[in-house]
């Protein structure tokens, strides 16, 4: 099974320099196990907060992943293919540019994120099952364990 695991990037901002061990652990455990869910504007996202800081970030975080081959990208054809209901989709949209990180989160294999935005981390936990599967969000490391959870 795919560990696989979507950082948004209000969170991933906070490797940068980690004194928060939660943080430490989870970078520990990116770099050596884990998979990374990861969708083109959201690589967008991470490069613009992580110009010019290449040591300890997700960009570091990112070119190991991709040498070890464990990136989960989810292409910009498979969200457009996943659709909503109507009601949904309209309540999804107001998400912004957040609307396509919950339809990769939606994508990926054990639909489980780290999102500080409350607003965002509600629309994650609230969405109706995909695949037999409840998507769960949480706002720190600590509060789930993306080392162990199965689907």
Excluded at 14 to 39: I, S
Excluded at 69 to 94: H, Q, Y
Excluded at 102 to 129: E, G, T
């Amino acid at each position: 099974m795919i560990k696989d695991l979507f950082v948004d990037n209000n969170v991933a901002k906070n490797f940068k320099n980690p004194a928060d061990p939660e943080y430490q652990k989870l970078m520990k455990w990116l770099f050596t196990e884990g998979h990374l869910v990861l969708t083109q504007k959201l690589l967008l996202e991470y490069h613009a907060s992580n110009q010019g800081n290449f040591g300890q970030s997700i960009i570091s975080i990112i070119n190991q992943l991709t040498i070890d081959g464990r990136l989960v990208k989810i292409s910009t054809e498979e969200m457009k293919a996943l659709t909503f209901p109507k009601r949904l989709d309209e309540k999804c949209l107001k998400l912004n540019k957040d609307y396509w990180h919950l339809k990769a989160i939606l994508l990926s294999n054990r639909k489980i994120a780290i999102i500080i935005d409350k607003a965002f981390r509600d629309a994650v936990n609230n969405h109706p099952k995909v695949d037999g599967v409840q998507a769960c969000a949480v706002a720190r490391p600590e509060e789930i364990d993306y080392e162990n959870l199965a689907v």
